[in-house]
């Protein structure tokens, strides 16, 4: 691969919203939302990709990150993800906070390969996880009080991949988000990672933190019920459904040498059976 790149285009890695773990303003999001949730899809799969790489040094990853940032607030118009989500944006009169708060967490991926405890993990979804939905529920406008429900969701999600993906990580790109003191407390180090299968300590420290996403999960279960948008609570029963599915697994599944994501029939089953048990849970929410 040639490092003369001048865009995030250069570095992109042909992954688009289907080949996502969870939907993207799918079929159930009213069709005036999809716009503007796409071009914020973009422009985060665009950060995603440069700060994903394994051939481009830090620097360009840094540059093109700063390309990205430039183009929503309007300093130049370098980056076409940024320009479409700022003119997105501008047609919405919606704030550009929770892109802006999406690229430190692609930043702290260019230069942090290392997660010392939960807490500090927490600390990174809130950057990388929670201003995914935040957004989305700006663009319905929902209420923020909502925030604290869409933040459980989002990060569990988000720990749910780093579970999935955590061989490949290491592999790839030498990045660890399991954190270091669950591994120190077993007994392994991060080189456990590079086995082909995971020893049982490390199924260990993975069912942990599966069961741990669990309790964020039960905070997030309310959500589809409390949200006014309907098509919106759909979605978010359907996320909640697979998500939890997916931390089940993870507590018997090794992610290292076993399949953990969904199928496209299983995720089709689990949405089938989330949006008719949601559409009822919010019938019998009503007054």
Not at 107 to 118: C, E, G, M, Q
Not at 145 to 156: F, H, I, K, V
Request: proline share 5%; charged share 25%.
């Amino acid at each position: 691969m040639s490092m003369n790149m001048d865009s995030a285009q250069d570095l992109a890695s042909g992954k688009g919203s289907t080949d996502e773990n969870f939907p993207v303003a799918s079929f159930l999001i009213a069709p005036r939302h999809r716009p503007v949730v796409m071009a914020f899809y973009r422009f985060a799969r665009a950060g995603d990709d440069v700060a994903d790489n394994s051939e481009a040094t830090p620097g360009l990853k840094l540059s093109l990150l700063e390309d990205l940032r430039a183009g929503l607030t309007g300093e130049n118009d370098f980056s076409a993800e940024g320009v479409a989500l700022r003119e997105a944006l501008y047609l919405r009169e919606l704030s550009p906070r929770h892109p802006l708060d999406l690229l430190e967490a692609f930043r702290r991926d260019v230069s942090k390969l290392r997660y010392d405890t939960w807490d500090d993990l927490m600390d990174y979804c809130r950057h990388s996880a929670s201003p995914v939905g935040r957004f989305v529920l700006d663009v319905h406008g929902e209420n923020e009080g909502l925030w604290p429900m869409n933040d459980a969701l989002c990060n569990a999600l988000q720990v749910i991949n780093h579970l999935q993906d955590c061989g490949k990580d290491r592999r790839d790109l030498d990045r660890v988000y399991i954190p270091l003191d669950a591994m120190t407390q077993a007994g392994i180090g991060v080189e456990a990672l590079d086995a082909p299968a995971a020893s049982p300590a490390l199924m260990a420290v993975i069912a942990g933190l599966a069961r741990r996403t669990m309790t964020l999960l039960e905070v997030s279960r309310p959500f589809a019920r409390k949200v006014k948008d309907s098509r919106l609570a759909l979605e978010i029963g359907v996320i909640q459904t697979l998500a939890e599915d997916l931390c089940k697994g993870l507590t018997r599944r090794d992610p290292l040498s076993q399949t953990v994501h969904h199928s496209k029939p299983q995720m089709a089953g689990l949405a089938l059976a989330a949006m008719a048990r949601t559409g009822l849970a919010r019938l019998g929410a009503r007054p």
